[in-house]
C-alpha cells in the first residue's frame, strides 16, 4: 500500500500544479493515473486488485453521477475532469477509501465555495457601489459610460480532492 500512496500522492501534486496553473487536468495524467492504479493493484492481489481498482473507479465517477443527477447546480465549479479525477484515485483507494475521499472533498468544496460566496458578495457590492458613483460622476460629465467585471473566479476543485484525499491515506476511512 505504501508504492500505491506514493504514486497517488505524486499524481496528485500534479494534478493540483496543473489545475492551479492552467485550470486544465489533461487526459493523459488521467489515462496514466488509471492505468498506474489498475496496474499497482493487479500486482499486488491480481484479478482481485483489479476488481478493486473499478470499483474505485466507479465510486469516485459514480458520486458525482448522482449528485448531478439529485441537484444540477450543485455542480457549479466542478468540471469533468475533476469528475475523472476523482474517478481514478479510486483506481488506487478501491471503493471504501474513495467514498470517504469523496465525501471529505465534497464538504472542503463546499466549505470553500461558502466562503468564496461570502467574500466575493461583499467585494461585487463593494464594486456596485462604487461602479455607480463613478458612472453617476461620468454621465453627469458625458464623458459615457464605466463597465465593471463582474466575474468571479472559482478555486481549483483538486485542492479539495487533494486535502480529502490526503486525509483519508493518512488516517483511514471516517465511514
Do not use: H
Not at 16 to 35: A, E, K, Q, S
Not at 86 to 115: D, E, H, P, Y
Request: with cysteine; glycine share 12%; hydrophobic share 55%.
Amino acid at each position: 500500500m505504501k508504492l500505491i500512496s506514493i504514486m497517488l500522492t505524486l499524481f496528485i501534486v500534479i494534478g493540483v500544479v496543473l489545475d492551479i496553473f492552467y485550470r486544465r487536468i489533461p487526459n493523459w495524467l488521467i489515462l496514466l493515473m488509471m492505468l498506474t492504479g489498475i496496474g499497482l493493484c493487479f500486482y499486488n492481489t491480481g484479478i482481485d486488485g483489479v476488481v478493486f481498482s473499478l470499483l474505485g473507479l466507479g465510486t469516485g465517477i459514480g458520486m458525482f453521477v448522482v449528485l448531478f443527477l439529485l441537484y444540477p447546480p450543485s455542480m457549479n465549479g466542478i468540471g469533468g475532469a475533476d469528475v475523472k479525477f476523482c474517478g481514478v484515485i479510486g483506481t488506487f483507494l478501491g471503493w471504501r477509501l474513495t467514498l470517504n475521499a469523496v465525501l471529505i472533498s465534497m464538504v472542503i468544496g463546499g466549505i470553500v465555495s461558502l466562503i468564496l460566496a461570502i467574500v466575493n458578495r461583499r467585494k461585487t457590492k463593494s464594486l456596485e457601489n462604487i461602479k455607480n458613483d463613478l458612472v453617476s460622476m461620468i454621465l453627469t460629465l458625458r464623458l459615457g459610460e464605466m463597465t465593471v467585471d463582474k466575474k468571479q473566479k472559482g478555486f481549483p476543485y483538486l485542492i479539495p480532492v487533494a486535502i480529502g484525499t490526503g486525509l483519508v491515506i493518512l488516517f483511514g476511512p471516517i465511514i
